[in-house]
């Protein structure tokens, strides 16, 4: 069977390749390696797939990534069908793995030649640009050098492990525009700054952190440096159902502040938006001034 054919021919679906989980281990921590191999033994291979999700609104309060269906829920829902044929047929083990993943997913799929990591750290589709979510099927089967077939159907052999990593204009506007100056060298992210983890994050923030979250209207995520990015510049709009129909694009502290952490998973069922319940939402909302 050729894996890469039927992940290719799946809607949602822009670029698809596949790297050696033994060239990926280069890039990950011991105790990631490990927990890879709780997941699958012997991995060997990791099959990647982009999904692309641009719906071109720009305003509310939610990043974009977070408007629409939880990514983890429509990759797992498009993967596992794929993975469970893939055990059937070749009786290997295959689990699929989506960000909350020990696999290093923006290396994976630059070994496997998906696409290239621009100065912030992100993947760029050929297409797409750089709104597109990584998914992943880890599995214990051989690895094949394979071309990986990019979103405008070219076929192209992935890079050498040696070669450059950070592989874009390299024209310093994602660095220069970050509202926190969290980009540094090499697509590193400071996390102590990043908005996007400020915005999500649970712990208490310092003054310098509560300042950065006020230099934005956002209140879940950030799209910074992507929105200057010139490799995003007109990028098509997904054509991925999940993420640009019933959007969400902002909260009020109505909509979440009598909520119980059940009740706000319920209401807010399958969106990303919900995994450290309504805590960091509200307090952002208050802290930029949305209460009356
Ligand atoms: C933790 C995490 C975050 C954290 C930290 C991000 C970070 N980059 O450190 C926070 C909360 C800030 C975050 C934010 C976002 N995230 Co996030 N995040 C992750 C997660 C779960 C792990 C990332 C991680 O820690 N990687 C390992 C670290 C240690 O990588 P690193 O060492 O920094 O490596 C980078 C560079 O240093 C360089 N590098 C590494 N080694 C070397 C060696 C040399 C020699 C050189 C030159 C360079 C180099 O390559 C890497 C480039 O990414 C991944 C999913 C996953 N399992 O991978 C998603 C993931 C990266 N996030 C994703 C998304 C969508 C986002 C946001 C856009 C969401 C938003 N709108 O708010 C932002 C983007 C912010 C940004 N510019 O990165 C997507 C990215 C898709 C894409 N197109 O690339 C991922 C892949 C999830 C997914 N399955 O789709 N994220």
């Not at 039927?6 to 890039?27: H, M, N, P, R, W």
């Not at 498009?78 to 083990?93: A, C, H």
């Amino acid at each position: 069977m050729n894996i890469l054919d039927i992940l290719y021919a799946q809607d949602g679906i822009s670029s698809v390749g596949v790297c050696e989980f033994d060239t990926l281990k280069d890039y990950m921590s011991l105790s990631a390696i490990e927990k890879s191999y709780s997941y699958c033994e012997n991995a060997h291979s990791v099959y990647v797939a982009l999904f692309p999700y641009f719906n071109g609104l720009k305003s509310g309060n939610l990043s974009i990534y977070a408007m629409g269906k939880d990514y983890h829920t429509v990759i797992y829902d498009i993967l596992t069908p794929i993975s469970e044929q893939i055990e059937r047929k070749t009786g290997s083990k295959s689990v699929v793995l989506v960000d909350n993943s020990p696999l290093n997913e923006t290396q994976a799929a630059r070994l496997a030649g998906v696409g290239k990591i621009g100065e912030n750290g992100l993947i760029f589709d050929k297409k797409y640009g750089s709104f597109v979510f990584i998914g992943t099927i880890l599995t214990n089967l051989e690895f094949k050098q394979m071309p990986a077939i990019l979103s405008d159907n070219t076929h192209i052999v992935p890079p050498s492990k040696d070669s450059k990593i950070i592989d874009c204009l390299h024209c310093g506007l994602c660095k220069k525009h970050c509202l926190a100056n969290a980009i540094g060298d090499n697509g590193k992210i400071n996390c102590e700054k990043c908005l996007s983890d400020l915005t999500q994050s649970k712990k208490d923030l310092s003054k310098e952190q509560t300042d950065l979250l006020l230099k934005h209207n956002l209140i879940w995520g950030c799209d910074t440096c992507q929105f200057v990015c010139p490799q995003n510049k007109n990028v098509p709009f997904t054509e991925n159902k999940s993420f640009t129909q019933d959007l969400i694009n902002s909260l009020s502290i109505e909509d979440i502040e009598n909520l119980t952490r059940k009740q706000f998973n319920e209401k807010y069922k399958d969106r990303a938006f919900t995994w450290r319940g309504t805590k960091p939402l509200i307090r952002n909302l208050t802290l930029k001034g949305y209460k009356i």
